[in-house]
């Protein structure tokens, strides 16, 4: 376990992120709005939870208060909601920049009590893991949607990027 196999599982994560997008710009204004009966309800609603998600985390590793989370009923402009997520994603990227292999293993986090005794290496991959979870489920909302979507499966991330495919914006 080091620093730099987590900046590559958080440019696989920040990729498939983006990739959602990639099917998101398909969607009508109803379709990304829709309430549906699985998981958070609609894309919206997903796509506001897992920014927002990664934000508190990141902020709680960064010993730093974070800002107001977004609420999917007050915002509905996927733009707005993309720059937000953009600006969350620099916020990771400077964090991982600084990861080191011995802050692994630290406990940066007080508050909340039951999250003190988490390491760094632990929430690492329960970001990873939480932002797996809800692509899924988005994934499966876009496919009874009608849209053809795509795997997000760390392998093929590997794979391509190992081919020079993987190309994010």
Not at 5 to 16: I, M, N, P, T
Not at 91 to 115: C, S, T, V, W
Request: hydrophobic share 40%; net charge negative; with cysteine.
């Amino acid at each position: 376990m080091n620093a730099d196999a987590f900046r590559q599982l958080y440019d696989y994560h920040f990729a498939e992120n983006r990739n959602i997008w990639h099917h998101v710009i398909y969607l009508s204004y109803q379709q990304f709005v829709q309430e549906v009966n699985y998981s958070l309800g609609s894309v919206r609603n997903q796509i506001v939870h897992l920014m927002n998600v990664d934000e508190v985390w990141f902020c709680a590793l960064l010993g730093i208060e974070p800002p107001v989370p977004y609420q999917p009923a007050d915002i509905d402009d996927r733009a707005a909601i993309r720059a937000r997520w953009d600006s969350v994603e620099q916020m990771m990227r400077g964090y991982l920049a600084g990861l080191r292999d011995d802050m692994l293993f630290e406990k940066p986090i007080q508050e909340p009590i039951e999250d003190r005794n988490l390491a760094v290496w632990q929430v690492l991959i329960h970001v990873i893991n939480h932002g797996t979870d809800h692509r899924a489920q988005i994934l499966r909302i876009l496919h009874d949607f009608g849209l053809k979507t795509t795997s997000q499966d760390f392998i093929f991330y590997v794979y391509d990027c190992s081919l020079g495919l993987n190309m994010s914006d």
